[in-house]
């Protein structure tokens, strides 16, 4: 009655290796992996601690004003 099949399984619609934003594409998703697999920097993870402190000072017992 209803078609279960994805769109992404035809092969009609799946872009070809000739297609330049194929490329593109690929090119994007592997850049990306491998920032995503990057170490947060310590200079960062040093600012997020100072933001957490001067949230905790401005709360005390950890009671925010977040009504």
Same mark, same amino acid.
Request: hydrophobic share 25%.
């Given at each position: 009655?209803? #078609?279960? *099949?994805?769109?992404? #399984?035809? !092969?009609?619609?799946? !872009?070809?290796? @000739? #297609? !330049?934003?194929? +490329?593109?594409?690929?090119?994007? %998703?592997?850049?990306? @992996? *491998?920032? +995503? =697999?990057?170490?947060?920097? =310590?200079?960062?993870? +040093?600012?997020? =601690? %100072?933001? #957490?402190? @001067? =949230? %905790? ?5 950890? *009671?925010?004003?977040?009504?």
């Amino acid at each position: 009655m209803f #078609d279960t *099949s994805s769109d992404e #399984d035809d !092969p009609r619609n799946r !872009p070809s290796s @000739a #297609d !330049p934003n194929h +490329e593109i594409t690929r090119r994007l %998703k592997a850049y990306y @992996a *491998s920032v +995503e =697999e990057e170490p947060i920097p =310590e200079r960062f993870i +040093e600012l997020l =601690e %100072k933001l #957490d402190e @001067a =949230e %905790k000072a401005q709360s005390p017992g950890g *009671s925010g004003n977040d009504s």
